[in-house]
């Protein structure tokens, strides 16, 4: 294990490591999954606008107010929220919310991530469901199967925790390197093949051909909440990410490279689903099964669509497991800063303890806990960091921080921003409901 710099903390090797490594967490199954079914139900470009602004807006500014709260004080969410707030209980409360969201969401982002494994089996052994019927028919076994899903998510969960277990720069930063450099070669490559498919033009005019009308308050909704799913946002990742950062590192800049490589990421993803399906005269409002019903059997009919398939998978498995990765890192670094347990029995604890009590996706519908962890949760997750950033950071603790002025109109703005516009718009999505 490689020697922490100061007071025994771990630190990122170099800062494209840490970019990688953040990169690596919000690009995910969200961007795949969850994007292209949303996008697909909710009108395409309007969905698509609704969601690049609402990264600009919110996303940015809020990723960088978790960065600084992990780097301001060298502590994951529970203990920094704690020294932050000077030990108030609501807090700390408000802490261990991120800590048990993260919790619930691995349990399930894991099943889904062991769904991705299966099917990179399946293709890598030619294997894949050739017609549409087929292929309902095999998803449906594979999800409806405890037994058929604990092989893949058991495989799922150990790679994961193997990682973690390695530490901050012999797992996370290590691994996210290579696997976020194969991932984002693969989609480039992927995505300007997609591009000479028939179905291309018709895929880019679903997704940037804006139609004002098909912003509804729903989409605008939908849009907003996926924003902190898709860039890891609101139960503390990104505050432990930042607080393995070393002194010198300008925030903003590796915020924006993030959610630009995410947002892209997202964008590319899209290209290459739509154009395939267009190309097959289907439509995209297929729901949650896109990427899982629809796509194998299109993939059976192209020319080289079995090798298509094996790195489509394989993209898949590789974002998968890196986000996973920064899920369990929420619980392990909790254990490690709060309880002073070390970070092998953290991790490994942590991840049977997850690993047991996300079986129950194994066996039952997660359209609820995707809605609850991956949706609540995570606003209530974001709303404190924006309050703690706007309301109870000094502003000159935060031109310390980022190594600016106290009178910076850029630092004023995002003060600004974390102090009343974030908050507000945040609250009326808690309160619209309709996460
Ligand atoms: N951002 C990841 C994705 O797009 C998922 C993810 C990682 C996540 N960490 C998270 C979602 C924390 C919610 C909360 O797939």
Same mark, same amino acid.
């Given at each position: 294990m490689v020697k922490a710099v100061t007071n025994n903390r771990e630190r990122w090797q170099s800062k494209w490591g840490f970019i990688l490594a953040s990169a690596g967490s919000a690009?995910?199954?969200?961007?795949f999954w969850r994007f292209s079914y949303l996008a697909g139900m909710n009108g395409g470009a309007a969905f698509i606008l609704v969601y690049l602004v609402s990264v600009l807006v919110i996303g940015i500014p809020l990723m960088i107010a978790e960065f600084l709260v992990g780097k301001l004080t060298g502590l994951s969410i529970v203990s920094a929220f704690r020294k932050i707030s000077g030990n108030r209980k609501l807090w700390v409360a408000l802490g261990l919310i991120g800590v048990i969201a993260s919790f619930v969401t691995l349990g399930y982002y894991a099943v889904i991530g062991g769904w991705v494994v299966s099917y990179l089996g399946q293709a890598l052994s030619g294997n894949l469901p050739a017609d549409s019927v087929a292929s309902t028919a095999a998803f449906g076994l594979l999800s409806t199967t405890p037994a058929l899903q604990v092989v893949w998510y058991t495989l799922f969960s150990l790679i994961v925790a193997g990682i973690v277990s390695q530490g901050v720069r012999a797992g996370i930063e290590k691994y996210n390197r290579i696997l976020m450099l194969m991932f984002l070669v693969l989609l480039t490559g992927m995505a300007i093949y997609a591009?000479?498919?028939?179905?291309a033009r018709e895929a880019l005019g679903f997704m940037?051909?804006?139609?004002?009308?098909?912003?509804t308050p729903l989409v605008m909704l939908l849009a907003v909440g996926h924003t902190f799913f898709s860039l890891s946002l609101g139960t503390g990742i990104m505050i432990a990410y930042g607080s393995? $950062? /070393?002194?010198?590192? &300008?925030l903003p800049f590796a915020s924006v490279v993030i959610s630009i490589i995410d947002a892209m990421v997202a964008l590319l993803a899209g290209i290459v689903i739509f154009s395939i399906v267009f190309s097959f005269?289907? $439509? /995209?409002?297929?729901? &949650?099964?896109?990427?899982?019903?629809?796509?194998p059997p299109l993939f059976a009919a192209m020319p080289g669509g079995v090798y298509l398939a094996a790195i489509f998978f394989f993209m898949l498995a590789a974002a998968a497991i890196t986000s996973a990765v920064s899920i369990l890192e929420v619980v392990a670094t909790y254990l490690m800063d709060?309880?002073?347990?070390?970070r092998r029995i953290s991790t490994w604890g942590s991840a049977i303890f997850i690993y047991l009590f996300g079986l129950i996706w194994t066996a039952n519908d997660i359209t609820l806990v995707d809605k609850i962890a991956g949706g609540y949760l995570l606003v209530l997750g974001a709303l404190a960091v924006s309050l703690l950033i706007g309301w109870t950071v000094p502003i000159n603790s935060l031109a310390k921080t980022l190594q600016t002025k106290t009178n910076h109109p850029m630092l004023k703005g995002f003060y600004l921003l974390n102090r009343y516009l974030i908050p507000v718009i945040l609250i009326c999505l808690l309160v619209s409901g309709t996460l």
């Open positions: 690009v995910g199954l969200g961007n591009l000479t498919l028939p179905g940037f051909k804006f139609d004002l009308n098909k912003i393995y $950062l /070393p002194k010198k590192i &300008t005269g289907l $439509l /995209p409002d297929s729901g &949650t099964g896109i990427a899982f019903v629809t796509l709060e309880w002073k347990i070390s």
